[in-house]
């Protein structure tokens, strides 16, 4: 019987299926900088918002902050659920 392993940390940086934007970075660095800049983009929206837009804009600018920094904490925690809400944001 095969018993087949988990790749350590080390094995994945260097595969280079697991890199993204012509082979300059992991995928896992890619998905943290896209949630990091859909985060700041989130609270700019929140802070305009709520300076002098809708009740109705800021709640859903505070959700999707929220949501945004679940993409974050997802891979620092190493809990891949945690992409799930920000996937579903992003379905159209």
């Known amino acids: 019987m095969i018993h087949q392993h988990e790749p350590t940390e080390a094995a994945i940086e260097l595969e280079d299926e697991f890199r993204c934007c012509c082979g300059c970075c992991h995928v896992e660095q890619g998905a943290v ?3 990091v800049l ?3 983009g ?3 929206s929140l802070v305009l918002s709520l300076l ?3 009740p109705l804009f800021a709640a859903i600018s505070g959700i999707s902050l929220v949501i945004c920094l679940c993409v974050p904490l997802a891979q620092w925690t190493r809990k891949a659920s945690l992409h ?3 996937l579903l944001l992003n379905v159209r």
């Open 52 to 54: 002098g837009g809708s």
């Open 38 to 40: 859909r985060a700041v």
């Open 42 to 44: 989130a609270a700019v």
């Open 33 to 35: 900088t896209i949630g």
């Open 84 to 86: 799930i809400p920000f």
